[in-house]
């Protein structure tokens, strides 16, 4: 009995401060006394927790059987009855019987038992490691959507800022009154347009399975789960840009006429060699010798109207490429017919190379639209400007559909064609170098491709094994390669293209 006190002694000792004041020590005398009565309440408290269902716990205290002679007591079975020495053993002596209770005595039996070991099958901690990386990816794809959606929030802002600047100060330029948001009225209404078409025309051409092919051309492993996105989103947008650009500059305008029919023959081409990139016998869409040919045939056709044709322009002669002084103006002659071919190339040729980023294309080619509508304002300000801010609003608003992670893509389709709309601007007014510039995005595409082959044939032919200049061209496969996300390396493209874009229209103004 003795021992058992002391054991109370140490349980007593071993309880928190908070615990401990709930009890008082117990002396000899009253220990045998508690403990009587302990016995008692044990039998009642057993029998109510096996009733209701409560899980009896054991502790680290130890108890063991009594003496007669101890403190001259009788023997455990004179005071209940085996199953309540039993219980004693081995189960937890409550002092209350409800969830109130204020604390509780533990006791154990002196046996060991065998405890059911835990163990954890290789199958489960695939499947915990497997559901832990799936949440990880989950909420990286999250952050990534949310910076798409700040690319798109920040580049409208920047246009919609730049875009009613310009029309509140255009009059100082033109010198000629002009309509109230001559330039941001087009703008708004083709985003408006083109947006409302895209919800209606994404799930048709996904109920079409007019799917991406990733054949045509070689990309990144990751790309391979975009074959599902539907393509040939240019079929809603780029005819939006132009049908508000000819209703709001006026169906006389043979200018804007002239760059609504480039930029529909180069859509005309892209839709083509999408539709024949969704034949099973012809993945790679049309050959690249005849796509070749037809955008040669349409910049020659183009400049052919050109020299024909009379257009509204400030100097008396054509064929004149303004540049800023002391250059001035420079009459190409029949060059001029050579580089209005070249800029319709390379120009579908370098959109058709970027656009292998969700939103890369779009938003560099809104830029690029602005930069050049501010750039023809001086020579023309009521038809081509339109026609440029018509067709970057129309960008914006495919934008919306085409943001991280892209639910339908432009396609060759719409590549091709804003392509063909840039050069056919620059075509009507000489603004060849604005265009360059403001294309910049588009010429570091293109010169990334030219320069990856060349280096890979020219190492071949001297070393006998072709080296490459690039992890993989164009040059955003590269930059992905190196580690950077997608959405960072557009963001990174939409702040060049905003300062290529100022300083497109900065020259655009003082070369005319």
Known sequence: MRSLY???HLF????????????????????????????????????????????????????????????????????????????????LISSSDGEDSDGDYVLNPVADIDLPSASVSNNDSLTVTAHRLAIIAKERRKHMMRQGIFNNLGLIGFLMFLLFFVDWCAWKIVRLPLAP??????????????????????????ALKVHQTTSKRVQPVR?????????MGGLFFIPIGVGVAKFIAGFSSVEVSGAAVATLAFA??????????????????????????????????????????SISSPYSMKMIVPLPGPLGLVCLGRFYLLLTSFCFVSMGNGIDLTDGLDGLAGGTAALAFIGMSIAVL??????????????????????LHNRYKASIFM??????????????????????????????????????????????KATKSLRGVGHRLFRMAPFHHHLELCGFKEPIIVAGAYVASCLLALVAGYVGLKSA
């Open 6 to 8: 002391r054991q109370h």
């Open 378 to 399: 001086p020579i023309c300000s009521a038809e081509l400007a339109i026609f440029g801010s018509s067709m970057a609003g129309a960008c914006v608003g495919f934008l």
């Open 411 to 456: 396609g060759d389709t719409g590549s091709l064609a804003l392509g063909g709309a840039l050069a056919s601007m620059a075509a009507c007014t000489g603004m060849f170098f604005p265009l360059f510039i403001s294309s910049g995005i588009f010429v570091l595409e293109a010169s990334s491709v030219i320069m990856q082959v060349a280096y890979f």
């Open 181 to 206: 948001f001559h330039l941001s009225r087009p703008f708004f209404i083709a985003i408006a347009l083109s947006s409302i078409a895209g919800y209606i025309s994404v799930p048709f051409l996904n």
């Open 12 to 91: 007593y000792r071993s309880r928190p401060f908070s615990l401990r004041k709930r009890f008082s020590l117990l002396t000899p005398n009253s220990f045998h006394r508690s403990t009587k009565i302990a016995v008692i309440c044990l039998q009642l408290n057993v029998s109510n927790a096996r009733k209701r269902g409560w899980r009896l716990q054991s502790r680290i205290v130890q108890i063991r059987a009594f003496d007669e002679d101890s403190f001259g007591v009788s023997s455990l079975d004179d005071w209940a009855d085996n199953e309540t020495s039993a219980a004693i053993a081995g189960y």
């Open 268 to 309: 005309a081409i892209g839709l083509f060699d999408d539709i024949l990139s969704q034949v099973k016998n012809h993945k790679k869409g049309l050959p690249a010798w005849i796509k070749l040919f037809l955008e040669i045939a349409v910049g020659t056709l183009f400049a052919l109207w050109l020299e024909s044709t």
């Open 223 to 231: 790309h391979s789960k975009k074959r599902a996105t539907p393509t």
